[in-house]
């Protein structure tokens, strides 16, 4: 397997074992991610970002689809409970990665936004939230700031 396709399964492994830091030394300093909630830049959000997430009960299941010197992709099933409605969610995602010096400049997860609100909020909020990004990451943005607030990592 090539070197990227090893730092992708260290990545996702370290996802099933909710271990957050070590999900965050498989990026670069400066690096970003990106999905249909957040927008972050630098190491210190995104691993904020998978500290909250590795808080949860994910569990995933990956396969890594291509690794090269440049790039990979991935695809990643997570199950989890969403926090704040209770509701189970089945997200199947398409992860692409960019490579630079043995690390993830750029990570960007895509999903059917729209099947991931219906599971995840329900209702009309749901329905609005599958439509408009905005709504979607204003929401992960402030939860992800208070997270960051109460954290002792802070």
């Not at 396709?5 to 999900?23: E, I, N, P, Q, Y």
């Not at 991935?74 to 409605?85: E, G």
């Not at 997200?91 to 990665?97: E, K, L, M, T, Y």
Request: glycine fraction near 6%.
């Amino acid at each position: 397997m090539h070197p990227n396709g090893v730092l992708l399964t260290h990545l996702f492994t370290a996802l099933g074992r909710h271990d957050a830091a070590a999900m965050a030394a498989c990026y670069r300093e400066e690096a970003s991610f990106t999905d249909i909630a957040f927008r972050l830049s630098g190491r210190r959000r995104i691993h904020a970002m998978w500290r909250m997430i590795c808080e949860t009960d994910i569990r995933a299941e990956f396969e890594i689809v291509h690794a090269d010197d440049r790039a990979g992709r991935v695809r990643l099933v997570d199950d989890y409970t969403f926090s704040d409605t209770k509701r189970p969610v089945h997200n199947v995602i398409d992860s692409r990665f960019v490579f630079r010096d043995g690390l993830i400049a750029e990570h960007i997860d895509s999903c059917d936004e729209r099947l991931w609100a219906r599971q995840a909020l329900g209702g009309i909020k749901g329905l609005l939230a599958g439509r408009f990004r905005f709504l979607r990451a204003r929401t992960a943005s402030d939860k992800l700031d208070a997270f960051i607030e109460r954290s002792p990592e802070h």
